[in-house]
């Protein structure tokens, strides 16, 4: 099949376009290293040798113009000799000698400037051809046509134009000349400079490429730029003002922020190496004081809250701590766990436009939004409760906490529900979860919250802690995210750099040390699963912080244990002159420089056992104390700061002096809009109706009356709807720390104020005090309080 192949048969060698032969390659004689180029006249068109008798001529006119000048100066110098002779013989030879220098430098440097083609040549005639020669220079590489022959009469027009501008030109440069002196001499000087530097190395710039030229010219250039940038530096730093500390106590001194902060710059290194750098005549404190009332100015705190910085960090990163508290945290959430993964709730969030990334390998559930092209509060996975904005320090005790499925867990101070939503998905909505606030407007929070998120384990109560433990215990863990000063969320909330006294820091520390106290004994210590409290607060303040947990450790059968986290700097072991228990070292802090999330103080005790050491006589409460502090402040009125919730809220209860019936309500009917007073006497007369109370039998499941005391804040409708089947059912409530307990688990599944109300959820829980009452009425179940809602709102 097919052809024969014959091997003897070579393929033709025909003049192929590629096979074709290349002409021997051939090089511009300046490339090639000529000193002069040589033109073929008959090549050159008419006008090509017009422009080149034109060139010839200049040159020629040149080169006579330098050799006239180098022998007028000749002339010129020996005619000074002659002169200086005749004068004096002594001073004539010393300055001759001195003058023979020069003029010899002088000719040396026209005759150096001939050779370069005379770029350097200063006469008003020389110095108009300068650009000439440039054009000739460039003109001559233009000449080569075998390089560039179609741009040859391109270049040749454009040498043209340049040839009619020149008298223009020439007025320019004289104007500038005049205009300009100094300026002109320093580019002399540099010019010369780079002439010599260029004429050293002639023969070697000879063999160069044009663009290796240039880019010698650059780096040139480059260098002197950066000599003049370090010069100028140098100057303005010969310009500062040295620090001065009389200076700085001159109280009358205008001030400037941008002296102030230089000034807390120059104490701050001071005091970094106060032996070494300090004035002698001053003391420590002397810096320390111009330090504080800098920082004050220039970052409006108050001089209190900024004297207790000054105690909890060195200065240096006092100054890196007050600087971070000016800007945001990154946005975070949190997965709900209960109802996505991460990483798809990650995906359907990038696919809205929103740029996140995990908010560190510690968590499993956070997210960092760097931005976001829809508002994070109103998104659909964010409606279907697919996460919940939450700050990354604010997962951490939670974590610490590690509650465990089927446990019977407390947050004590719950509201709004950031933690208890947490702990309730960890433990995957089993077991219970009480989530207490002594605040009744935010416990709305926690319910919207937990209804949003699907968390259907939890007992919402309305509580003061401190009394919690009156009503029930035996918890396996207690959460306590305590109310504070907020010295940690600076940037969250500005205005506590200038409204935290000494007194609101007071008031926190003993609120704090009570709350501490009960939820210890809250606390099952013979819980199978450990008996944990987390101790946390927003603040930074060891008074807040270490010296709590201190305290703690003092008055019960408690100990440190680790948190768990594996990041966060130690706690304190010593404050001031105080000194706390070595083992505070387990306690972890967190800083907004350091970990640039919110700063934050988590503990985490083990309670040891139940019984209550004897030593529990001292009086933790300095209440009066810092009440007589606040009458003494004249003049002061007595301020209520927002973030003190706890605190406003007992400014309400003062005001209103409370109905001794309303007292026995401890969970909030969070639906019902509250009765007027008329109301009020129809509870008294049902109060009638109520008997007093059975002893509790242990067995017993906490549950809530049919009708109770909250009736007060149902509306009328659903009141009237209720009396007669809550008359009924009221057990009796009686005594300020007692809670009406219903014997059956399913009248425990009616009134316990639960979410959700699944069939799944535990809705009662084993008394384990006789004082325990029962949490809330009948009214708290989602379900029966959206119908009364909407019955309500028909009305
Ligand atoms: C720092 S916030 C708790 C934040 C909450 N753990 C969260 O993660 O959403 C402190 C809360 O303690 C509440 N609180 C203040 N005093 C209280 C008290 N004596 N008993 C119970 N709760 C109290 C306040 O109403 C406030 O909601």
Request: aromatic share 4%; charged share 40%.
């Given at each position: 099949m097919g052809r024969k192949v014959n091997f003897a048969e070579k393929p033709k060698k025909g003049p192929g376009k590629k096979a074709k032969k290349q002409p021997a390659p051939k090089f511009s004689k300046k490339l090639l290293g000529t000193e002069e180029t040589v033109v073929d006249l008959k090549k050159l068109s008419h006008r090509q040798k017009q422009r080149f008798v034109k060139r010839s001529a200049r040159k020629e006119k040149l080169l006579t113009a330098n050799a006239n000048a180098i022998a007028k100066k000749k002339l010129q110098h020996k005619?000074?000799?002659?002169?200086?002779?005749?004068?004096?013989?002594?001073?004539?030879?010393?300055?001759?000698?001195?003058?023979?220098?020069?003029?010899?430098?002088?000719?040396?440097?026209?005759?150096?400037?001939?050779?370069?083609?005379?770029?350097?040549?200063?006469?008003?005639?020389?110095?108009?051809?300068?650009?000439?020669?440039?054009?000739?220079?460039?003109?001559?590489?233009?000449?080569d046509s075998d390089v560039m022959p179609d741009n040859f009469d391109q270049a040749g027009d454009s040498e043209s134009d340049s040839d009619e501008q020149e008298p223009s030109n020439k007025r320019k440069r004289d104007i500038l000349a005049d205009s300009d002196d100094e300026s002109e001499q320093e580019q002399q000087g540099s010019d010369e400079q780079e002439s010599d530097e260029e004429s050293g190395d002639d023969s070697e710039n000879d063999r160069k490429?044009?663009?290796?030229?240039?880019?010698?010219?650059?780096?040139?250039?480059?260098?002197?730029?950066?000599?003049?940038?370090?010069?100028?530096?140098?100057?303005?730093?010969?310009?500062?003002?040295?620090?001065?500390?009389?200076?700085?106590?001159?109280?009358?001194?205008?001030?400037?922020?941008?002296?102030?902060?230089?000034?807390?710059?120059?104490?701050?290194?001071?005091?970094?190496?106060?032996?070494?750098?300090?004035d002698p005549t001053r003391s420590r404190a002397e810096y320390v004081d111009v330090l504080k009332k800098d920082l004050c100015t220039y970052y409006s705190y108050n001089d209190f809250l900024m004297m207790t910085l000054m105690d909890v960090f060195p200065v240096n990163e006092l100054v890196e701590f007050l600087e971070s508290s000016e800007v945001q945290r990154p946005l975070t959430i949190r997965t709900n766990s209960l109802k996505t993964r991460r990483r798809d709730l990650a995906q359907a969030l990038i696919n809205r436009g929103v740029n996140l990334d995990p908010v560190g390998k510690w968590s499993k559930v956070g997210l960092t939004i760097y931005s976001s092209q829809v508002p994070l509060g109103a998104t659909p996975e964010y409606l279907a409760g697919h996460y919940i904005i939450q700050g990354a320090s604010s997962m951490l005790p939670v974590m610490a906490l590690a509650p465990q499925e089927n446990e019977r867990v407390l947050d004590m101070c719950a509201a709004p529900g950031g933690k208890s939503t947490h702990i309730a998905a960890i433990m995957k909505n089993t077991g219970v979860l009480f989530s207490n606030d002594v605040n009744k407007d935010r416990i709305h929070a926690i319910v919207g919250n937990f209804h949003r998120l699907g968390i259907i384990n939890s007992v919402v109560t309305c509580v003061n802690g401190i009394e919690y433990k009156k009503f029930i215990g035996g918890f396996?863990?207690?959460?306590?995210?305590?109310?504070?000063?907020?010295?940690?969320?600076?940037?969250k909330d500005p205005s506590v750099k200038t409204s935290k006294t000494q007194v609101d820091v007071q008031r926190c520390y003993n609120l704090q040390r009570k709350l501490i106290?009960?939820?210890?004994?809250?606390?099952?210590?013979?819980?199978?699963?450990?008996?944990?409290?987390?101790?946390?607060?927003?603040?930074?303040?060891?008074?807040?912080?270490?010296?709590?947990?201190?305290?703690a450790l003092k008055k019960r059968n408690v100990r440190l244990v680790p948190t768990g986290l594996d990041f966060g700097t130690e706690g304190f072991t010593s404050y001031r002159e105080k000194r706390y228990h070595p083992s505070m070292k387990l306690t972890k802090r967190y800083y907004p420089h350091t970990h640039n999330m919110d700063g934050f103080f988590v503990a985490k005790l083990q309670k040891i056992s139940d019984t209550i050491p004897e030593n529990d006589t001292e009086d933790i409460d300095d209440e009066e104390q810092l009440?007589?502090?606040?009458?003494?402040?004249?003049?002061?009125?007595?301020?209520?700061?927002?973030?003190?919730?706890?605190?406003?809220?007992?400014?309400?209860?003062?005001?209103?002096?409370?109905?001794?019936?309303?007292?026995?309500?401890?969970?909030?009917?969070?639906?019902?809009?509250?009765?007027?007073?008329?109301?009020?006497?129809?509870?008294?007369?049902?109060?009638?109706?109520?008997?007093?109370?059975?002893?509790?039998?242990?067995?017993?499941?906490?549950?809530?009356?049919?009708?109770?005391?909250?009736?007060?804040?149902?509306?009328?409708?659903?009141?009237?709807?209720?009396?007669?089947q809550n008359q009924k059912n009221i057990q009796q409530e009686n005594g300020s720390d007692t809670i009406a307990s219903v014997p059956s688990a399913k009248k425990a599944k009616k009134n316990i104020h639960q979410q959700n109300g699944s069939p799944k959820a535990p809705v009662s829980t084993p008394i384990k005090d006789k004082n325990v009452k029962v949490v809330n009425g009948k009214n708290s179940s989602p379900a029966t309080n959206s119908s009364k809602k909407k019955k309500f709102q028909k009305k």
């Open positions: 005619q000074k000799i002659e002169n200086k002779y005749e004068s004096s013989e002594e001073s004539e030879e010393a300055g001759s000698d001195d003058e023979q220098m020069e003029s010899d430098e002088d000719i040396k440097q026209v005759e150096k400037s001939m050779k370069k083609g005379f770029k350097q040549v200063k006469t008003p005639v020389e110095e108009s051809d300068e650009s000439d020669d440039e054009n000739q220079f460039e003109s001559n590489d233009e000449d490429l044009p663009i290796e030229k240039a880019s010698k010219k650059l780096k040139l250039q480059k260098e002197k730029d950066d000599k003049l940038a370090e010069d100028e530096l140098q100057l303005n730093i010969a310009d500062k003002e040295k620090f001065s500390l009389d200076e700085a106590l001159d109280v009358d001194k205008a001030l400037n922020l941008q002296d102030v902060q230089q000034r807390i710059k120059d104490v701050v290194a001071i005091l970094m190496d106060f032996s070494a750098n300090r396996d863990r207690v959460l306590l995210d305590a109310p504070c000063s907020g010295s940690g969320v600076i940037s106290i009960s939820a210890i004994d809250c606390l099952s210590a013979k819980s199978k699963s450990g008996g944990y409290l987390v101790y946390s607060t927003c603040s930074i303040l060891p008074e807040e912080n270490e010296w709590v947990v201190d305290y009440e007589n502090e606040e009458e003494n402040q004249e003049g002061k009125k007595k301020r209520v700061d927002k973030r003190d919730w706890f605190h406003k809220d007992l400014e309400e209860m003062k005001k209103k002096p409370e109905d001794p019936v309303k007292k026995q309500n401890y969970v909030t009917n969070v639906f019902e809009k509250p009765l007027k007073t008329e109301k009020t006497k129809k509870t008294k007369k049902s109060k009638k109706n109520i008997q007093p109370q059975t002893e509790t039998d242990p067995k017993t499941l906490v549950s809530t009356p049919k009708k109770d005391n909250n009736e007060k804040n149902s509306t009328p409708a659903a009141n009237s709807n209720k009396k007669k």
